[in-house]
C-alpha cells in the first residue's frame, strides 16, 4: 500500500515539474516596453546609460527592452559591457537602427547581432565593424614584393582575429549569417536594410518605432531557458531618458574636459602652494584633478601623451617659480600640446581632444607665462628696498659741520658719514654708497637756496 501511495505522488510530482517546465518554455509576456536610445559614439556614459536602463526594466517588469541606434561606433569596453548586459538579459532586447538615416556602424554592429531580434529602418545601414588601433603603433612591417603592400602587425593581427572571432561568436548564438560578420570586420564592408535582411544579418526592416511593435507582436522569443511570445499590441512604451548622474558622466569623459579639469586642478594646487591657507584654489584643484583622473581611467589613455602633458605642466610651473625669461615656458607649452594631441589614443574624433581646446589652454598659459616673466623684468629693473643698499639714493639731513666724517640723519635714524666736500649743520645730503654702518654721501645743491 506504502508502494502505491508513494508510486501516485511521484507520478504527481512528476506531472506537475513537466507542467511548470512547459509553462516556463512557452510563455506569453505583455505589459511595458523600455525604450533605450543610442545617439552618437559609444562611451563609458552610455555603458552606464545602458546597463541601468536594463536594471530598471527588469525592476519594472517591462516584456521587451528597444534599443534604438544611431551611432558611428564608440569604445571597445563599452561596447562589450552592452554586449553582456544584453546576454545576460531575462527580457527580450530589440536592436532597432533608426529612425531613417541612422546607422549602427563598428560597434553598433556588433550590439545589433548580440539581440535577440535586430531591425532596421530603411535608408539606413551597419557595417565597417573593423577594430582601430588603440594601442601604442609599432613600426610599419616592410612591403611585401609582390603585392606592395604592408604588412600588418602582429597586434594589429591579433585585434582584428579577436574581434572577427567576438562577432562569429555573437553570429552563431542568434543563428545569423556569421560569414558577412567576420567580413565586416576584417574588410570594412556595410550593408544597407534591404540587403541587410536578405543576406539573414538582421530579422526585420520596419517603417518606424510602431511598425516595429506591429511585426513583432506574436512573435516567439528564445531565452537562454525558456520562450517568450510577445505581446506588442497593447503594450506601453516607457522611455528612459538619460539622467543626472548620465549628463555628468558624459560631461567628464569628454576629452576636452578631461584636459581642462586637469589643468584647473594643477593651477589650483600652485595657487594654493603660493598662498598656504587660502583652502578655496586647493579644494577647486583637488576635486578637479579627481575628476580628471576618474575620466582618465575610463578612456583610451597613451601614457606618452601623458608623460609630455605632465612634463609641458612642469615646465610652466618651473617658469613661475624660476623665470628663465621664457625658455621654459615656451617649451612647456610645446610639450603641452603635444601630449593633449596624444592624450587618448583613438582613431574616432569623439574621444580625442579638440585642436580648440588645446589651443586655448596653450594660449592661457602662454599668457600666464608673459606675465610673469614681465613681473620679474620690472622687478629685476628695480631698485632695491630692502637692506642696508636700500638706503642708496636716500636724502637725509647733516647734524654737524665735517669735512671728512660726521653724523647724518637718515630715514628717522643716526649714521656715521663721509664726504669729500665740506657740509655744514642742516645742510640736504644723498646717500651715495653704503660700506657696513658707514654711509657716503654728497650735498643737496637746492636751487632756492634754502636748508631742508
Sequence with gaps: MSRIILSIALSLLTVSFTLTNHAQVNETTSGKIWLIEIEGAI??????YVLRGFEQAELNNAIMIVVRMNTPGGLDGAMRDIIQGILASDIPVISYVGPKGSRAASAGTYIAYASHVAAMAPATNLGAATPVQIAAPSMPAAPEEDSGKAEPTAMEKKMVNDAAAYIRGLADLRDRNADWAELAVREGVSLDAETAFKENVIDLVVQDLDDLLLQLDGRVITLENREVTLDTANAEIHQHLPDLRTEILSIITNPSIVLVLGMIGMYGIILEFYN?????PGVIGVICLLLAAYAVQLLPLNYAGLALLMLGIGLMVAEALVPSFGILGIGGVIAFCIGGLMLFDAEMEAFQVGLPTIAATAVVSALLIFATVSIALKIRNKRVTTGMSALIGEHGEALNDFAKEG?????????????????????????DAVEGLLLTVSKIEESTGEKS
Aim: charged fraction near 20%; avoid cysteine; proline fraction near 6%.
Design 43 to 48: 562611451g563609458p556614459a552610455t555603458s552606464d
Design 276 to 280: 598656504p591657507g587660502s583652502l578655496i
Design 407 to 431: 653724523q647724518v640723519r637718515v630715514g628717522g635714524e643716526i649714521w656715521r658719514a663721509r664726504s669729500n666736500e665740506t657740509i655744514e649743520t642742516g645742510d640736504a645730503v644723498s646717500v
